[in-house]
T-cell receptor, first 113, second 107 residues
Framework: DAGVTQSPTHLIKTRGQHVTLRCSPISGHKSVSWYQQVLGQGPQFIFQYYEKEERGRGNFPDRFSARQFPNYSSELNVNALLLGDSALYLCASSLGVTAREQYFGPGTRLTVT | GIQVEQSPPDLILQEGANSTLRCNFSDSVNNLQWFHQNPWGQLINLFYIPSGTKQNGRLSATTVATERYSLLYISSSQTTDSGVYFC?????????FGTGTSLTVIP
């Protein structure tokens, strides 16, 4: 079975632009979570979605938004990009809200210039 | 929010040595996982261990939830064990990663 997949692998954007990152969970998993990992730090939680509804939100500005589709895939959108948004963006999936073991995708490396 | 601290922050081992990594947390948690992040950024699941002890080959982990800590043991270390080790916690609907331990195993 395929693991969690993310696209694109790498992305370069300019300050002020908008970006959309995509994630497909493991087959059968209904929960998707997004994380930002800045170089040298641990991942920081951004959002959790389950059954297309937001179930958790970390301490990120409103420029960050996400959604989950009927097939449980998810998009993370970031508006008005800042240099500080440069990071590895990780997606994780789990069976559900109560089954919490998470499995991570390979990440999308975003560079903002 | 919950504080998650890992120690030591950095560790250098000779191949074949054993080590213990620690994860301390400041509040009760629903779940705890250990991950190994390889040099390409991929987070690899090691253990899902909200409580008790588990073993998988050369690795084992113990979580004592009532005392708010978890330990990861690596025995007979290999160069492929190099990377960053994270513990990650879930409390309520919030997810928290620890500060990480960077492990380098030298031949």
């Amino acid at each position: 079975d395929a693991g969690v997949t993310q696209s694109p692998t790498h992305l370069i954007k300019t300050r002020g632009q908008h970006v959309t990152l995509r994630c497909s969970p493991i087959s059968g998993h209904k929960s998707v979570s997004w994380y930002q990992q800045v170089l040298g730090q641990g991942p920081q939680f951004i959002f959790q979605y389950y059954e297309k509804e937001e179930r958790g939100r970390g301490n990120f500005p409103d420029r960050f938004s996400a959604r989950q589709f009927p097939n449980y895939s998810s998009e993370l959108n970031v508006n008005a990009l800042l240099l500080g948004d440069s990071a590895l963006y990780l997606c994780a999936s789990s069976l559900g809200v109560t089954a919490r073991e998470q499995y991570f995708g390979p990440g999308t490396r975003l560079t903002v210039t | 929010g919950i504080q998650v601290e890992q120690s030591p922050p950095d560790l250098i081992l000779q191949e074949g040595a054993n080590s213990t990594l620690r994860c301390n947390f400041s509040d009760s948690v629903n779940n705890l996982q250990w991950f190994h992040q390889n040099p390409w950024g991929q987070l690899i699941n090691l253990f899902y261990i909200p409580s008790g002890t588990k073993q998988n080959g050369r690795l084992s982990a113990t979580t004592v939830a009532t005392e708010r800590y978890s330990l990861l043991y690596i025995s007979s270390s290999q160069t492929t064990d190099s990377g960053v080790y994270f513990c990650a916690l879930i409390t309520g609907n919030q997810f928290y990663f620890g500060t990480g331990t960077s492990l380098t195993v030298i031949p």
